[in-house]
């Protein structure tokens, strides 16, 4: 488990690739369950750690999850996600160039147990972020994304619906898979208000070891980790 927050109410944690976010017919170890028993574990209560989630992340991306550890702390944090004051910005490798440095991308979908498509005007959910360019190289950009609503993949449809595959996602268009299935996409910053202090939380994660984007040589994800709690 890495850690980068814990206090009373709310707990953040980095999600690897690969890893469900809650329970699922796979059978494998979930974030929630795991940050569970490292409550457990922590503050030796055996049996008896909250855990509320209010948020996902789809299992084969990575990065920043906040976890409630109190209903309070889940009523509070949810209605943030539902108005969208939280802050959720995400780091793509695709495949493509976008033919502009930044822009908006609206659409609405429909999800089922496949996955989601994009639908004409008024079915399902409407869906939104931003992007904005941070560099392009051999045919593929590193995109910065806000994410403005929270749909079941959303990110990934948005972004193949216009030709701009992220790197290793198979299910919406890339050729190949990265070496460890996961696929470029990176939920980096999260930023929301703590759910009973007068303060405002913000974190941050560097790219993985293998993101097929070479990092700064000062944002090695081996030191980041070893540092968080």
Same mark, same amino acid.
């Given at each position: 488990?890495?850690?980068?927050?814990?206090?009373?109410?709310?707990?953040?944690?980095?999600? $690897?690739?690969?890893? $469900?976010?809650?329970?699922?017919?796979? &059978?494998?170890?979930?974030?929630?369950?795991?940050?569970?028993?490292?409550?457990?574990?922590?503050?030796?209560?055996?049996? @008896?750690?909250?855990? &509320?989630?209010?948020?996902?992340?789809?299992? $084969?991306?990575?990065?920043?999850?906040?976890?409630?550890?109190?209903? @309070? &702390?889940?009523?509070?944090?949810?209605?943030?996600?539902?108005? #969208?004051?939280?802050? @959720?910005?995400?780091?793509?490798?695709?495949?493509?160039?976008?033919?502009?440095?930044?822009?908006?991308? #609206?659409?609405?979908?429909?999800?089922?147990?496949?996955?989601?498509?994009? /639908?004409?005007?008024?079915?399902?959910?409407?869906?939104?972020? #931003?992007?904005?360019?941070?560099?392009?190289?051999?045919?593929?950009?590193?995109?910065?994304?806000?994410?403005? /609503?929270?749909?079941?993949?959303?990110?990934?449809?948005?972004?193949?619906?216009?030709?701009?595959?992220?790197?290793?996602?198979?299910?919406?268009?890339?050729?190949?898979?990265?070496?460890?299935?996961?696929?470029?996409?990176?939920?980096?910053?999260?930023?929301?208000?703590?759910? /009973?202090?007068?303060?405002?939380?913000?974190?941050?994660?560097? $790219?993985?070891?293998?993101?097929?984007?070479?990092?700064?040589?000062?944002?090695?994800?081996?030191?980041?980790?070893?540092?968080? /709690?």
């Amino acid at each position: 488990m890495h850690v980068l927050h814990c206090d009373n109410h709310v707990i953040v944690v980095y999600k $690897p690739a690969g890893v $469900p976010v809650q329970a699922d017919d796979s &059978g494998d170890l979930d974030l929630l369950s795991r940050t569970r028993r490292w409550i457990e574990v922590e503050f030796r209560k055996p049996g @008896k750690a909250f855990v &509320g989630l209010v948020h996902r992340l789809d299992r $084969p991306a990575r990065g920043l999850v906040a976890i409630a550890r109190t209903s @309070k &702390g889940a009523a509070r944090l949810s209605e943030q996600f539902r108005s #969208r004051t939280v802050s @959720k910005r995400y780091q793509a490798v695709v495949h493509g160039i976008p033919p502009q440095a930044q822009g908006e991308l #609206r659409d609405w979908l429909l999800s089922d147990e496949k996955g989601s498509r994009i /639908t004409k005007t008024g079915v399902g959910a409407e869906a939104s972020l #931003r992007y904005q360019v941070a560099a392009v190289r051999s045919g593929r950009a590193l995109l910065d994304i806000d994410l403005l /609503t929270g749909r079941k993949h959303q990110i990934r449809v948005q972004l193949a619906s216009r030709g701009w595959p992220i790197v290793g996602d198979l299910r919406y268009g890339a050729a190949l898979p990265l070496p460890d299935r996961s696929i470029a996409l990176l939920a980096q910053r999260l930023s929301f208000d703590h759910p /009973t202090a007068a303060l405002r939380l913000s974190f941050e994660a560097p $790219p993985p070891p293998g993101w097929p984007w070479v990092p700064d040589e000062t944002t090695v994800l081996a030191q980041w980790l070893a540092a968080a /709690t």
